[in-house]
């Protein structure tokens, strides 16, 4: 019973395009929804969030969407840099413990210079 | 400073023998976490420590693992008789940013287990 689901396990762009990375949940219980960017021998680093209150939030050149009809959850990235190139995974927060995360299975992102 | 410092960073055992890995916060944090990722999949929460507290533990977390949180502070993880589905990284975290309460967490870099 997968409650968070990445269905594109990999995504290609160009330097300077744009990178739409979804994710699609099952459960609305979720007060929080995240992303995290994760190196190869790292672990997960923070890059965006949004409250269930909000449809939108932009930092820099990230943006994350959430559809709570839909249960959609969408990053944005413009213009992507190959340094982005990394696997993003999203994650849902809520109920008893807000450090209690739900994961994706992540999509691998590579940014063709 | 949000850090975690996590070691051994690589482990490779024998199926059947103990294994223990540490997690050191750089700072003070009420709460820490362990999660586990296997090849493909995203981060799969363990338990988490409220200060000394074990508070939850998930079903993934079978009779032959335990985790303790002594004084607060570090934590440890250990397996015991390993199995090669055990093989994993074992991730550590704890609360980034000004709150907890928006599930932003810092991980360590992990302690990646090879079970032969």
């Known amino acids: 019973d997968q409650q968070v689901k990445q269905n594109s396990p990999s995504l290609s762009v160009q330097e300077g395009r744009i990178s739409i990375l979804n994710c699609d949940y099952t459960n609305s219980m979720f007060d929080y929804f995240l992303w995290y960017k994760k190196y190869p021998a790292e672990g997960p680093t923070f890059l965006i969030s949004?409250?269930?209150?909000?449809d939108k939030n932009e930092d820099g050149r990230f943006t994350v969407f959430l559809n709570k009809s839909a249960k959609h959850l969408s990053l944005h990235i413009v213009p992507s840099q190959p340094g982005d190139s990394a696997v993003y995974f999203c994650a849902l927060a809520g109920g008893t413990s807000y450090g209690k995360l739900t994961f994706g299975q992540g999509t691998i992102l590579t940014v063709h210079p | 400073d949000t850090g975690v410092s996590q070691n051994p960073r690589h482990k490779i055992t024998k199926r059947g023998q103990n294994v223990t890995f540490r997690c050191d916060p750089i700072?003070?944090?009420?709460?820490l976490y362990w999660y586990r990722q296997t090849l493909g999949q995203g981060p799969e929460f363990l338990t988490y420590?409220?200060?000394?507290?074990?508070?939850?533990k998930s079903r993934l977390l079978s009779d032959r693992f335990s985790a303790e949180r002594p004084k607060g502070s570090f934590s440890t993880l250990e397996i015991q008789r390993t199995e090669q589905g055990d093989s994993a990284m074992y991730l550590c975290a704890v609360h980034g940013g000004t709150s907890r309460s928006t599930g932003e967490l810092f991980f360590g870099e992990g302690s990646r287990l090879t079970v032969l």
């Open positions: 420590f409220q200060n000394e507290a074990q508070l939850e």
């Open positions: 700072s003070e944090h009420n709460r």
């Open positions: 949004i409250s269930s209150i909000k």
